[in-house]
Nanobody, 115 residues
Framework: QVRLVESGGGLVQPGGSLRLSCAAS????????MGWYRQAPGKRRELVAA???????NYPDSVKGRFTVSRDNAKNTVYLQMNSLKPEDTAVYYC?????????WGQGTQVTVSS
């Protein structure tokens, strides 16, 4: 069992930056592939970044070059640095921990990009 708590969301102007954090507890953090997903109103939840146990990363084209995922295994925390934010990045962002057939989710944090 893993408990995930996201933080760092908020309101930002277009072109601005935010850094999201996800603190994990309850299990061995280093065994999990960590991901960030987002869900906008009326849309499906989509992956925006993932980082493997070895540190390899993956991004969809929509955020590549603007978002960076990282993990600090000593702090059991994964981060999502978001730069050059656009209004279409507005969504609830969720942290995910994946291992074998198990998936765990945080409660989500709202990111709003608006002038």
């Amino acid at each position: 069992q893993v408990r995930l708590v996201e933080s760092g969301g908020g309101l930002v102007q277009p072109g601005g930056s935010l850094r999201l954090s996800c603190a994990a507890s309850g299990s061995i953090f280093t065994r999990y592939v960590m991901g960030w997903y987002r869900q906008a109103p009326g849309k499906r939840r989509e992956l925006v970044a993932a980082i493997t146990t070895g540190g390899s990363t993956n991004y969809p084209d929509s955020v590549k070059g603007r978002f960076t995922v990282s993990r600090d295994n000593a702090k059991n925390t994964v981060y999502l640095q978001m730069n050059s934010l656009k209004p279409e990045d507005t969504a609830v962002y969720y942290c995910n921990a994946h291992y074998s057939v198990s998936d765990y989710w945080g409660q989500g944090t709202q990111v709003t990009v608006s002038s």
